[in-house]
């Protein structure tokens, strides 16, 4: 089995964390993991994308071309990443930002109000976190547990009084 994953947004959104997580969490399933993130010329307000491919076997290739799933938490993410989800996937669309435009029969859309939801848990910066929450029932290859212990290693060692709140907001996006 096979996920292969594109996360975008605007720097400074956390998509880089999220494939962080993500990869850590395909290292604590004993799984092959291969992360690419891509920045804009800007760290903050430029655009950042990166791509996560987990998978029970050999990765022959690091490029996606049509991912299985995708979290967008910007418009211009939307517009441009919204082809490239394969048809039967799935993509997590942040709709406290995104008014969507196009749309797809073919796929399906998990549009939730992240920034709302998060400002609601009193971190509005956990919006990319809500959206894993909401990305996780659709990937075959991790759960819950696993994301756990992904977020342990991430920032639980670093910085344990965020590891509460992010595992929160995971929560509240799965509960979407």
Not at 35 to 48: D, K, N, V
Not at 127 to 138: D, E, I, T
Not at 147 to 153: F, I, N, Q, R, S
């Amino acid at each position: 089995m096979i996920d292969k994953i594109i996360l975008s947004g605007f720097g400074g959104q956390g998509v880089m964390f999220i494939g962080k997580v993500l990869a850590y969490a395909g290292m604590e399933g004993d799984l092959e993991v291969c992360w690419i993130p891509s920045y804009g010329p800007e760290m903050r307000g430029g655009t950042a994308n990166c791509s996560v491919i987990l998978s029970d076997e050999e990765i022959h290739s690091p490029v996606i071309e049509l991912a299985d799933a995708g979290i967008v938490l910007n418009q211009p993410s939307y517009d441009k990443f919204l082809t490239r989800i394969k048809p039967g996937g799935t993509i997590v669309v942040n709709s406290s930002i995104v008014e969507k435009q196009a749309v797809r029969d073919d796929i399906k859309v998990v549009s939730l109000p992240a920034t709302a939801i998060a400002n609601d848990l009193g971190k509005p910066a956990l919006a990319n976190m809500v959206c894993l929450g909401a990305l996780l029932p659709n990937l075959k290859l991790i759960d819950i547990s696993t994301l756990e212990k992904a977020m342990d290693a991430v920032v639980g060692k670093k910085k344990p009084e965020l590891y509460a709140v992010n595992i929160e907001a995971i929560k509240k996006g799965l509960e979407w």
